[in-house]
Protein backbone atom coordinates (compact mmCIF):
# COMPACT_ATOMS: atom_id res chain seq x y z
CA UNK A 1 0.00 0.00 0.00
CA UNK A 2 1.94 2.99 -1.13
CA UNK A 3 1.71 6.38 0.82
CA UNK A 4 3.81 9.29 0.81
CA UNK A 5 7.15 9.88 2.76
CA UNK A 6 6.72 12.34 5.27
CA UNK A 7 10.60 11.50 6.83
CA UNK A 8 12.27 11.89 3.98
CA UNK A 9 13.31 15.29 3.76
CA UNK A 10 14.80 14.92 7.10
CA UNK A 11 15.63 11.54 8.01
CA UNK A 12 19.66 12.03 7.73
CA UNK A 13 20.06 15.32 5.98
CA UNK A 14 21.72 13.48 3.12
CA UNK A 15 23.33 16.29 1.64
CA UNK A 16 25.20 16.59 4.38
CA UNK A 17 26.32 13.03 5.21
CA UNK A 18 27.64 12.72 1.65
CA UNK A 19 29.57 15.49 1.71
CA UNK A 20 31.55 13.57 4.09
CA UNK A 21 32.85 10.41 2.14
CA UNK A 22 35.79 9.91 4.39
CA UNK A 23 33.71 9.77 7.37
CA UNK A 24 31.23 7.14 5.82
CA UNK A 25 33.78 5.06 4.49
CA UNK A 26 35.40 5.35 8.13
CA UNK A 27 32.50 4.27 9.65
CA UNK A 28 31.55 1.23 7.02
CA UNK A 29 35.01 0.06 8.02
CA UNK A 30 34.11 0.03 11.75
CA UNK A 31 31.14 -1.66 11.30
CA UNK A 32 32.66 -4.38 9.22
CA UNK A 33 35.21 -5.15 11.64
CA UNK A 34 32.63 -5.22 14.88
CA UNK A 35 30.36 -7.69 12.37
CA UNK A 36 33.30 -10.06 11.77
CA UNK A 37 34.37 -9.85 14.93
CA UNK A 38 31.22 -11.07 16.50
CA UNK A 39 29.47 -12.81 14.41
CA UNK A 40 32.94 -14.43 11.87
CA UNK A 41 33.66 -13.87 8.01
CA UNK A 42 30.87 -15.44 6.05
CA UNK A 43 28.24 -12.89 4.83
CA UNK A 44 26.00 -15.73 3.98
CA UNK A 45 25.83 -16.70 7.50
CA UNK A 46 26.72 -13.55 9.26
CA UNK A 47 23.48 -10.74 8.78
CA UNK A 48 25.28 -7.69 10.45
CA UNK A 49 27.94 -8.56 8.25
CA UNK A 50 26.00 -8.64 5.21
CA UNK A 51 24.21 -5.31 5.86
CA UNK A 52 27.55 -3.23 6.57
CA UNK A 53 28.97 -4.77 3.36
CA UNK A 54 25.61 -3.68 1.40
CA UNK A 55 26.28 -0.04 2.83
CA UNK A 56 29.42 -0.29 1.90
CA UNK A 57 28.61 -0.56 -1.26
CA UNK A 58 26.31 2.20 -1.25
CA UNK A 59 29.14 4.27 -0.19
CA UNK A 60 31.40 3.52 -2.71
CA UNK A 61 33.83 1.56 -0.08
CA UNK A 62 36.30 -0.12 -2.82
CA UNK A 63 36.69 -3.18 -2.01
CA UNK A 64 40.03 -3.92 -0.78
CA UNK A 65 39.35 -1.60 2.24
CA UNK A 66 36.61 -4.10 2.50
CA UNK A 67 38.51 -7.28 2.65
CA UNK A 68 40.87 -5.66 4.88
CA UNK A 69 38.36 -4.97 7.51
CA UNK A 70 37.23 -8.18 7.61
CA UNK A 71 40.77 -9.52 8.53
CA UNK A 72 40.86 -6.86 11.30
CA UNK A 73 37.97 -8.16 12.78
CA UNK A 74 38.68 -12.17 12.41
CA UNK A 75 42.16 -11.57 12.95
CA UNK A 76 41.53 -8.81 16.43
CA UNK A 77 44.24 -6.75 16.84
CA UNK A 78 44.49 -3.83 19.67
CA UNK A 79 42.27 -0.42 19.23
CA UNK A 80 40.01 -2.16 16.79
CA UNK A 81 37.17 -3.07 19.38
CA UNK A 82 34.57 -1.49 18.10
CA UNK A 83 31.11 -1.98 19.54
CA UNK A 84 27.62 -0.84 18.62
CA UNK A 85 25.72 1.52 20.89
CA UNK A 86 22.75 3.29 20.46
CA UNK A 87 21.67 6.76 22.20
CA UNK A 88 18.01 8.24 22.50
CA UNK A 89 17.01 11.40 23.30
CA UNK A 90 14.30 14.50 22.68
CA UNK A 91 15.75 17.29 20.28
CA UNK A 92 13.78 20.93 20.10
CA UNK A 93 10.37 20.65 19.76
CA UNK A 94 9.68 17.38 21.39
CA UNK A 95 10.89 15.36 18.87
CA UNK A 96 12.37 12.09 19.27
CA UNK A 97 16.08 11.18 18.12
CA UNK A 98 18.04 8.08 18.01
CA UNK A 99 21.74 7.99 17.35
CA UNK A 100 23.74 4.88 16.29
CA UNK A 101 27.19 4.40 17.15
CA UNK A 102 30.26 2.42 16.76
CA UNK A 103 32.99 3.07 19.34
CA UNK A 104 35.67 1.87 21.55
CA UNK A 105 34.88 3.94 24.12
CA UNK A 106 32.08 3.77 25.43
CA UNK A 107 32.44 6.34 28.08
CA UNK A 108 33.29 8.79 25.67
CA UNK A 109 31.03 8.93 23.62
CA UNK A 110 28.07 9.23 25.89
CA UNK A 111 29.60 11.88 27.36
CA UNK A 112 29.81 13.61 24.20
CA UNK A 113 26.20 12.41 23.19
CA UNK A 114 25.02 14.01 26.94
CA UNK A 115 27.30 17.51 25.89
CA UNK A 116 25.71 18.03 22.50
CA UNK A 117 22.06 17.15 23.28
CA UNK A 118 22.49 20.07 25.88
CA UNK A 119 23.92 22.01 23.94
CA UNK A 120 21.60 22.12 21.43
CA UNK A 121 18.34 22.35 23.55
CA UNK A 122 18.19 18.68 22.95
CA UNK A 123 17.04 16.28 26.45
CA UNK A 124 19.29 13.14 26.32
CA UNK A 125 17.36 10.17 27.56
CA UNK A 126 18.02 6.64 28.66
CA UNK A 127 17.90 3.68 26.68
CA UNK A 128 14.70 2.40 25.31
CA UNK A 129 13.02 6.06 26.10
CA UNK A 130 12.02 6.82 22.15
CA UNK A 131 13.24 3.89 20.43
CA UNK A 132 9.55 1.72 20.85
CA UNK A 133 8.28 4.77 18.97
CA UNK A 134 10.18 3.66 15.56
CA UNK A 135 10.33 0.07 13.46
CA UNK A 136 13.82 -1.33 12.23
CA UNK A 137 13.31 -1.52 8.53
CA UNK A 138 15.34 -2.26 5.76
CA UNK A 139 14.30 0.87 3.00
CA UNK A 140 15.45 0.83 -1.05
CA UNK A 141 15.05 4.26 -3.17
CA UNK A 142 13.94 3.05 -6.55
CA UNK A 143 13.96 6.03 -8.74
CA UNK A 144 10.91 6.49 -11.11
CA UNK A 145 8.31 8.89 -12.28
CA UNK A 146 5.44 8.97 -9.76
CA UNK A 147 3.34 8.06 -12.57
CA UNK A 148 4.94 4.24 -11.94
CA UNK A 149 3.24 3.92 -8.74
CA UNK A 150 1.33 1.13 -9.57
CA UNK A 151 3.86 -0.76 -11.46
CA UNK A 152 6.54 -0.45 -8.42
CA UNK A 153 3.98 -1.10 -5.98
CA UNK A 154 3.32 -4.57 -7.85
CA UNK A 155 6.90 -5.38 -8.18
CA UNK A 156 8.25 -4.73 -4.49
CA UNK A 157 4.89 -6.30 -2.95
CA UNK A 158 6.02 -9.00 -5.29
CA UNK A 159 8.78 -9.61 -3.96
CA UNK A 160 7.91 -9.86 -0.11
CA UNK A 161 8.32 -5.57 0.98
CA UNK A 162 6.04 -3.94 3.74
CA UNK A 163 5.03 -1.04 1.76
CA UNK A 164 5.74 1.56 -1.03
CA UNK A 165 6.33 5.22 -0.04
CA UNK A 166 6.25 7.93 -2.57
CA UNK A 167 9.42 10.02 -2.30
CA UNK A 168 12.02 11.90 -3.68
CA UNK A 169 15.55 11.99 -3.40
CA UNK A 170 17.71 15.30 -1.71
CA UNK A 171 18.19 16.41 -5.78
CA UNK A 172 14.22 16.43 -5.83
CA UNK A 173 13.79 13.43 -8.20
CA UNK A 174 11.11 11.34 -7.71
CA UNK A 175 11.21 8.12 -6.57
CA UNK A 176 9.63 5.54 -3.59
CA UNK A 177 10.75 4.41 -0.95
CA UNK A 178 10.69 0.99 -0.64
CA UNK A 179 10.55 -0.87 3.02
CA UNK A 180 11.15 -3.99 3.80
CA UNK A 181 11.45 -6.03 6.99
CA UNK A 182 15.31 -6.13 7.53
CA UNK A 183 15.90 -9.85 6.74
CA UNK A 184 14.02 -9.56 3.27
CA UNK A 185 16.02 -6.54 2.21
CA UNK A 186 19.17 -8.32 0.39
CA UNK A 187 16.15 -10.49 -1.57
CA UNK A 188 13.71 -7.43 -2.51
CA UNK A 189 16.60 -5.52 -3.65
CA UNK A 190 17.53 -8.04 -6.25
CA UNK A 191 14.44 -8.64 -7.22
CA UNK A 192 13.41 -4.79 -8.42
CA UNK A 193 16.92 -4.94 -9.75
CA UNK A 194 15.88 -8.06 -12.16
CA UNK A 195 12.78 -6.05 -12.88
CA UNK A 196 14.86 -3.24 -14.68
CA UNK A 197 13.87 -0.82 -11.58
CA UNK A 198 16.68 2.33 -10.91
CA UNK A 199 17.30 1.25 -7.37
CA UNK A 200 19.45 4.43 -6.07
CA UNK A 201 19.92 3.60 -2.49
CA UNK A 202 19.61 0.43 0.52
CA UNK A 203 20.05 0.89 3.67
CA UNK A 204 18.37 -0.12 7.20
CA UNK A 205 16.54 2.49 8.92
CA UNK A 206 14.99 3.39 12.44
CA UNK A 207 12.02 4.31 10.90
CA UNK A 208 9.07 6.64 13.03
CA UNK A 209 5.74 5.19 13.36
CA UNK A 210 4.67 8.59 14.15
CA UNK A 211 6.18 12.10 12.69
CA UNK A 212 6.18 15.22 14.75
CA UNK A 213 5.86 18.23 12.95
CA UNK A 214 8.65 21.24 13.78
CA UNK A 215 8.19 24.63 12.87
CA UNK A 216 9.43 27.89 13.80
CA UNK A 217 12.69 28.59 15.29
CA UNK A 218 12.65 24.76 16.35
CA UNK A 219 13.39 23.91 13.00
CA UNK A 220 16.79 25.84 12.49
CA UNK A 221 17.56 24.58 16.43
CA UNK A 222 16.51 20.80 15.46
CA UNK A 223 18.77 20.99 12.51
CA UNK A 224 21.90 22.36 14.05
CA UNK A 225 21.19 19.74 16.70
CA UNK A 226 21.86 16.61 14.15
CA UNK A 227 24.61 18.22 12.50
CA UNK A 228 26.83 18.31 15.61
CA UNK A 229 25.81 14.81 16.39
CA UNK A 230 26.68 14.09 12.77
CA UNK A 231 29.77 15.70 13.26
CA UNK A 232 31.07 13.63 16.22
CA UNK A 233 33.47 10.58 15.08
CA UNK A 234 31.34 8.03 16.50
CA UNK A 235 28.59 8.47 15.07
CA UNK A 236 27.35 6.50 12.53
CA UNK A 237 23.25 7.50 11.50
CA UNK A 238 20.76 10.18 13.09
CA UNK A 239 17.01 9.47 13.25
CA UNK A 240 14.40 11.64 14.15
CA UNK A 241 10.60 11.44 13.74
CA UNK A 242 10.78 15.18 12.68
CA UNK A 243 8.58 16.61 9.83
CA UNK A 244 8.96 19.60 8.57
CA UNK A 245 7.70 21.67 5.76
CA UNK A 246 9.49 22.16 2.50
CA UNK A 247 9.09 25.94 2.89
CA UNK A 248 10.96 25.56 6.44
CA UNK A 249 13.81 23.87 5.62
CA UNK A 250 16.69 25.92 4.99
CA UNK A 251 17.83 26.22 1.56
Given at each position: ?6 W????H???V ?29 N ?7 EE ?18 V?G ?9 R?EG ?11 A ?5 A?T ?17 A???S????H ?8 P??Q ?9 G ?8 S ?6 E?F ?6 TT ?10 A?L???ESS??M ?12 V ?8 AL ?15 A??D???
Amino acid sequence: MAGHNKWSKIKHRKKVVDKRRSKAWTMCSRAIISAARQGGPDPNFNFALRAAMEEARYHNVPLENVERAVKKGVGGGEGENYEAVRYEGYGPGGVPVIVDALTNNRARTAGDMRLIFADYEGKFGAAGCVSHQFDHKGRIFVKAPHAQEDSIIEAALGAGADDVLKSEDDGGIEGFDVLTDPTTLTQVKAALVAAKLAVAESSFEMIPQTTVAVTGPSVKALLELIEALEDNEDVKKVFTAAEIADADLPE
